[in-house]
C-alpha cells in the first residue's frame, strides 16, 4: 500500500538547472495534482491532470511543465530553475475530480526543492 | 485578501484543553469545506468534512456558519498527537478539485 510516492524527497539546484519531479501512485486514480506549498501561504496548484494523456494548468504553472504518459505517473519539470521555485512540491491524487470524492486528496510525502 | 484565511498561531495549549481555530473564507459561493491536518514537515492529510449542520468525529467537531462565512474546528480534551497543523480548505459549488482553496493553516501544539 504505497499510496502516492514522490522522488527524490530532496534535491538543490543551481539557478538555470533543469530537474524533473516524479510522482507515482498505485491507487488506480485517474486524477493527479501537483502543489507547491511555501511559507505563510497555502498550497497552491501548478498543474493537475484528469487522464492519461491529458494535463492542464493551476493556479501557478509559470515555469512548470508536466506530463501524464502513463496512468500511474505524473511528472514535474522545472526547465531553468530560478530560486522563486524554491518550494516544498507535493504531489496529490484523487479517485474523483467532481463531487465529494473530489475532495478526497492522497498526498505524496513531499519533495523539498531549494534552487541555488 | 486571501481567499481563505486563517489564524497562523501557533496555539499553545495544555493536555486536557479545549481549544477552537476557525476559518475565514471570502468567496460566498463557496460550497464544500474541509479541514486537513499536517504533521511538521508531512504531507497533508483529510481529517474531517464540514457539514452545513455540524459534524462531530470522537474529539473533534466542525461547524460551518455561512451567513458570517466562517468554520470552526473544536478540539476537546487535547492529546500531544494532537500537535500538527490544521488547514482550512474550502470549493465553490461545482467541486472540482481543482479548485480547491488550501487556507495557510493554524499550528497547534499540545503541551504536556
Known amino acids: 500500500n504505497a499510496g502516492v510516492t514522490q522522488t527524490p524527497k530532496f534535491r538543490v539546484l543551481k539557478t538555470g538547472q533543469s530537474m524533473t519531479l516524479l510522482c507515482a501512485q498505485d491507487m488506480n486514480h485517474e486524477y493527479m495534482y501537483w502543489y507547491r506549498q511555501d511559507p505563510g501561504m497555502g498550497l497552491r496548484l501548478i498543474h493537475y491532470?484528469?487522464?492519461?494523456?491529458?494535463?492542464a494548468k493551476g493556479e501557478v504553472p509559470d515555469g512548470y511543465n508536466v506530463s501524464r504518459l502513463k496512468k500511474q505517473n505524473f511528472l514535474l519539470g522545472l526547465e531553468s530553475a530560478a530560486p522563486s521555485q524554491t518550494s516544498v512540491y507535493f504531489c496529490?491524487?484523487?479517485?474523483?475530480?467532481?463531487?465529494?470524492?473530489?475532495?478526497?486528496?492522497?498526498f505524496g510525502a513531499g519533495s523539498r526543492l531549494t534552487v541555488l | 485578501r486571501k481567499e481563505v484565511e486563517q489564524d497562523p498561531g501557533p496555539f499553545n495549549v495544555p493536555e486536557g484543553a479545549t481549544v477552537a481555530f476557525n476559518c475565514t473564507y471570502s468567496n460566498s459561493a463557496s460550497q464544500s469545506f474541509f479541514w486537513y491536518r499536517q504533521d511538521c514537515r508531512k504531507e497533508p492529510k483529510l481529517l474531517m468534512s464540514?457539514?452545513?449542520s455540524g459534524n462531530e468525529d470522537g474529539r473533534f467537531t466542525a461547524q460551518l456558519n455561512r451567513a458570517s462565512q466562517y468554520i470552526s474546528l473544536l478540539i476537546r480534551d487535547s492529546k500531544l498527537s494532537d500537535s500538527a497543523t490544521y488547514l482550512c480548505?474550502?470549493?465553490?459549488?461545482?467541486?472540482?478539485?481543482?479548485?480547491?482553496?488550501f487556507g495557510s493553516g493554524t499550528q497547534l501544539t499540545v503541551l504536556p
Open positions: 480548505v474550502v470549493t465553490p459549488s461545482s467541486g472540482s478539485a481543482r479548485q480547491l482553496t
Open positions: 491532470s484528469v487522464g492519461e494523456g491529458t494535463t
Open positions: 464540514v457539514y452545513s
Open positions: 496529490a491524487s484523487s479517485y474523483q475530480h467532481t463531487g465529494a470524492g473530489a475532495n478526497v486528496l492522497t
